[in-house]
């Protein structure tokens, strides 16, 4: 099976503003879940999405928001872009998503806010 | 509040040798998962090893095991001989309904 695949690989924005993310996880996947990753910060959860919903959500500001497809494609947002919101941004997917699933993660999209 | 911690930000191991990495956590679940999770320089995110909490057993895949201390809370990766192509961060990672990561080891293997 194909791995995760996520798009772009690489984006440069500027303040203010604003970008969209995308995500495929593996076939049959229907879980995906995002994470973003910082030298400061680490690795933080984003959100989970599943069946079109998001199920989980982890704390970050309203400027980030996500959303899934029919066909378990994903994508996510980002408004009023800050320079500290330039990160690793990581995708993973696994069959339903909790706590007894691995999640496999995509390559990642790095963003850099200038 | 779950949390991991990773104590040991930088490891090195000489080719061949062993090293482990160690990982504590704190969890109020009761079931629960647990991960390692290795990211080489081209920064993809790479499962290495995965221990289900209701088990004793301690998993092992290859040259990767664990050793599983529940009562502790200790999760340390060990790695047998081992090999340049390890170097790479190290995140150790709780699943309850979603994925904490701990801050990573950079290990670093040397010829």
């Known amino acids: 099976k194909a791995g995760v695949t996520q798009t772009p690989r690489y984006l440069i924005k500027t303040r203010g503003q604003q970008v969209t993310l995308s995500c495929s996880p593996i076939s049959g996947h229907r879980s995906v879940s995002w994470y973003q990753q910082t030298p400061g910060q680490g690795l933080q959860f984003l959100f989970e999405y599943f069946s079109e919903t998001q199920r989980n959500k982890g704390n970050f500001p309203g400027r980030f928001s996500g959303r899934q497809f029919s066909n378990s494609r994903s994508e996510m947002n980002v408004s009023t872009l800050e320079l500290g919101d330039s990160a690793l941004y990581l995708c993973?997917?696994?069959?339903?998503?909790?706590?007894?699933?691995?999640?496999?993660f995509g390559p990642g999209t790095r963003l850099l806010v200038l | 509040a779950q949390t991991v911690t990773q104590s040991q930000p930088e490891m090195s191991v000489q080719e061949a040798e062993t090293v482990t990495l160690s990982c504590t956590y704190d969890?109020?679940?009761?079931?629960?998962?647990l991960f390692w999770y290795k990211q080489p320089p081209s920064r993809q995110m790479i499962l290495v090893i995965r221990q289900e909490a209701y088990k004793q057993q301690n998993a092992t895949e290859n040259r990767f095991s664990v050793n599983f201390q529940k009562a502790a809370k200790s999760f340390s990766l060990k790695i047998s001989d081992s090999q340049l192509g390890d170097t790479a961060m190290y995140f150790c990672a709780l699943n309850t309904d979603k994925l904490i990561f701990g801050t990573g080891t950079r290990l670093q293997v040397f010829p």
């Open positions: 969890t109020s679940e009761n079931n629960y998962y």
């Open positions: 993973a997917s696994s069959p339903f998503g909790g706590n007894r699933e691995t999640q496999y």
